[in-house]
């Protein structure tokens, strides 16, 4: 076998303690999230944590945020959206954390989210409160 099959993101190879330690000193100088080799190497949040501070930041149930016929659908929405940007779930993952919605739905409402994001301020500085709340839990 390859000693790369052992490297970590396809960049770090070496024993789990060194790559522990090379993830903790990176974490400043990862570059997006969205870069797929990053998102593994970050320190990641659960969906729960994701979740339970959308539900907060909203005042909802965080049961009614991930039953599949929720009506909670700007909280339902912000939740995926934040959970595809801060979790290391795959889309398949969160659509079944979701209540077993498919993965085309998780991608689908990222992509409305940050187009919205891009374009409406207070939804810019609502997102980047409830980032802040959890990026303090990292």
């Known amino acids: ?24 000193r990176l974490q400043e100088q990862l570059p997006e999230r969205e870069v797929p080799a990053a998102r593994k190497l970050r320190v990641s949040l659960g969906a729960d944590e994701v979740v339970q501070a959308v539900c907060t930041h909203f005042s909802v149930d965080m049961a009614y ?26 889309l398949e993952d969160l659509g079944g954390y979701f209540g077993g919605v498919n993965a085309q739905s998780i991608s689908n409402a990222f992509n409305r989210i940050l187009q919205e994001r891009q374009r409406d301020v207070s939804l810019d500085r609502r997102l980047r409160v409830i980032e802040s709340t959890l990026d303090a839990k990292v």
Do not use: N
């Open 1 to 24: 076998p390859s000693p790369l099959d052992k490297a970590t993101a396809s960049t770090l190879l070496g024993e789990p303690a060194f790559v522990e330690r090379m993830k903790a």
């Open 65 to 90: 945020v991930l039953c599949k016929r929720s009506r909670s659908g700007r909280a339902r929405t912000i939740a995926m959206y934040l959970c595809r940007h801060m979790t290391r779930g795959t």
